[in-house]
């Protein structure tokens, strides 16, 4: 893995609502490679956050890869209303799907890159099943549901175990996205463990003078202390 690898997704939810449109653009011009998009219900994490119309109104002012995180229950019944709305990557919770395969079989059936989150509490090892139908691996380094919590040091260790797996496997093409307090000090540690691809939110992204664009170079640049 080398520094090109690296992809910086900036996390939508922590953009300031009434001026989301101008927030987009600047964090395009600054070289976001995705933008991450948490959807929640209110019932698998006690938080709500984007719907269908307003991914809508993303999808028509941006061309970034719109990398959907639901944080929802029974996803599966979900997946054509937020293909629809504009969805590139649909990423589902392990923990809230009663027949996996079959909601990242139609997610594949709507054209879109399929992905699956674990929570902290969750096994790498319950993926293996499912590696066949995945083009992305969420790993959660917190709770979901809410921004600024700290990192959980298992994260790293959780992360080369995995990276072990996908390569013992033969599936080195499926990417592993880290999500939750990522910044200059928890990146080097998770790309050396054999993570690219990083969600930045408000401890590596969205804090100070928000200059995207310096911000997310200095999220490309740390990994040189490796």
Not at 39 to 47: A, E, P, R, T
Request: net charge negative; with cysteine.
């Amino acid at each position: 893995m080398n520094k090109r690898n690296i992809k910086v997704a900036p996390s939508l939810m922590c953009c300031n609502i009434l001026k989301l449109q101008p927030e987009i653009e600047m964090l395009e011009e600054a070289g976001s490679d995705f933008f991450h998009i948490d959807v929640m219900d209110g019932h698998f994490v006690n938080n709500f956050a984007m719907n269908g119309y307003e991914i809508k109104q993303i999808k028509e002012v941006t061309d970034v890869p719109l990398d959907l995180h639901l944080m929802i229950e029974s996803p599966g019944r979900y997946v054509g209303y937020f293909a629809e709305a504009g969805a590139d990557i649909i990423n589902v919770h392990l923990e809230t799907c009663v027949h996996i395969n079959r909601t990242l079989q139609k997610i594949k059936e709507y054209g879109l890159k399929a992905g699956v989150a674990i929570n902290p509490g969750t096994s790498h090892l319950l993926l293996e099943p499912i590696l066949d139908y995945l083009d992305y691996i969420t790993i959660m380094a917190v709770n979901p549901g809410f921004a600024g919590q700290k990192f959980i040091p298992a994260t790293v260790k959780k992360v080369e175990s995995l990276h072990k797996l996908l390569k013992r496997n033969g599936f080195t093409d499926i990417e592993i996205e880290v999500d939750g307090n990522i910044y200059i000090d928890t990146i080097p540690p998770l790309y050396s463990a054999g993570a690219n691809i990083f969600v930045a939110g408000t401890s590596g992204l969205f804090y100070g003078d928000m200059n995207y664009k310096e911000n997310i170079a200095r999220l490309r640049d740390c990994i040189k202390v490796v």
